[in-house]
């Protein structure tokens, strides 16, 4: 008999271990350098995998489940010492002043973002070692202010058997003193890398430091592939629900809905949304909310048909109105976009303390990592948060009133034709109204510049950053309105612009890289008043030495 400590010295001490799986009761642990491994380790296969050695041997009888838990602290205490490095945020010029961004590697979607215990919790998946989606993180944010936020210690790393490949997305429960996280533990086995997912629990006392559980739901429902992942939990009645993205055997998106009685035991409710038909192969990062007397369900389904030309990546965003009946099954219906931009998914929410329903979503796209910022190490960013409310049935989003904590003093001028203002930079809050027939740049020098202009003709607004430096993506975004003229609220940072029109029924979210003095703003036809709000940089949300 040996004890965890035992088989980390036989398997050549902390530094040379770097994974531990579990697939069909047989342990699997991936080493760094075989040269390293002890005699007296008991019999074991070895396979190269992705060009490191696994071991497998049969699993000791005394080394149960809480043993594996205890392996994977120790992975994970050297995971988080490797990531010391990447905390420190890499220069560059495209660093956004007052939206969250990763300091070194690679950001995608918001995770566990909560109110808990007098102050906000926002999570975020991190890879921190490259600009490339690769085995995730969860980074760790808290603010008192929704504006500054403050850097923890990394809550979760990718340390065990049941998330080695990746602790995905999730959300968070505050329960009295005590902070949840549930997530997607992802795992794939041997070189056909077969994917295991389960869905997860972490917990923690002190809302800083937390402590894996494992897997409360560790088998897939009837009907679904291994793609299903991001639980959602909600309130419901006198039990709790949980909500999955989910792909169906026929590869159809759905949403599957399981219930509990005290968040550890989960039973599965149903799969829900064929009442959506064919409505792409994969739906992932789901929300639930009430908002003015009525459910909205948000959702990012993926291989929708676009309503336009111009959108031509199979990632959406929306939200649909739902329906729960007696036995916590959804209907949905009357899909709508969240952001006709380019760069918006994964949007989570929460409930703020004073009652406002609050989302945060993910400034970037699954398949683009080639941006002019992954030159300097970091790659992706978060949206400004918005608030949201609903009118006749549909979401509305502007910006969270705490943004104007960074005003610096108010600016007011008029342009017309071919006439254009220099700012001192590009962190601004603008509003103006234009005429349609406008065409209004934004980020502007020379043969530089985003474009926002306003087709009399087919009263479309189109969004054109087609003159910047972006190297993959689109490059050009419509939406169709019918306004007599157009209200435009702007929030830009230094490489990226958030349109809100006509008060925040349409948004249009957009990376924009341009060099750090291009920072005018030209109206190349029309005639319009303009206000600016030049804005204060946020506290870095990351640890600066």
Known sequence: MFSVSDLVTMLGGQANITRVLYPNKQLVIEVDDLSLIHDSLPSYSVEEVLGKPQLTFSMPEHFDEMRLLELGAVIAEQQKRLAV??????ACEHRPTWHVSPPRGLLNDPNGFIYHQGQYHLFYQWYPHGCVHKDKYWAH???????????QPLALTPSDWFDSHGVFSGHALSQGEQLMLFYTGNTRIGNQRDRHTTQ???????????K???????????GVTPHIRDPKIVRHGDHWLMLLGAQTTDLKGRLAV??????????????CGDEMGDFGYMWECPDLFELGGEYFAVVGPQGIESESALHTI???????????????KMTLSEFGNLDRGFDFYAPQTLLTADGRRILSGWMGLPDEIDHPSTDNGWVHQLTALRELSSKAGRLIQMPIAEIEGLYQDKQRFTLDNERYQQLNNKAFDMSVELDWGSELRLHAKDEQFVSIR??????????????????????????TLTSDKVSLRILSDESSLEIFVNGGEQVLTSRVFTDKDAAAIELVDGLANFEVFPLNAASAPFVVS
Do not use: M
């Open 85 to 90: 490095d990447a905390s420190q945020p890499a």
């Open 141 to 151: 944010l808290t603010s008192r202010d929704l504006v500054n936020w403050d850097w």
């Open 200 to 210: 997860c629990l972490a917990v923690s006392d002190d809302g800083i430091h937390f």
């Open 212 to 222: 894996k559980l494992g897997p409360v739901i560790p088998d897939l429902p009837e």
């Open 258 to 271: 399981y219930r509990s009685q005290d968040l550890l035991k989960w039973e599965f409710v149903a799969l």
């Open 314 to 328: 199979p990632h959406h965003n929306g939200y649909a109105k739902a329906q729960l009946d007696a036995e916590d």
């Open 454 to 479: 306003l087709d009399e003709a087919t009263r479309t607004l189109l969004l054109d950053r087609t003159h910047t430096l972006i190297r993959e993506g689109d490059t050009k975004r419509e939406v």
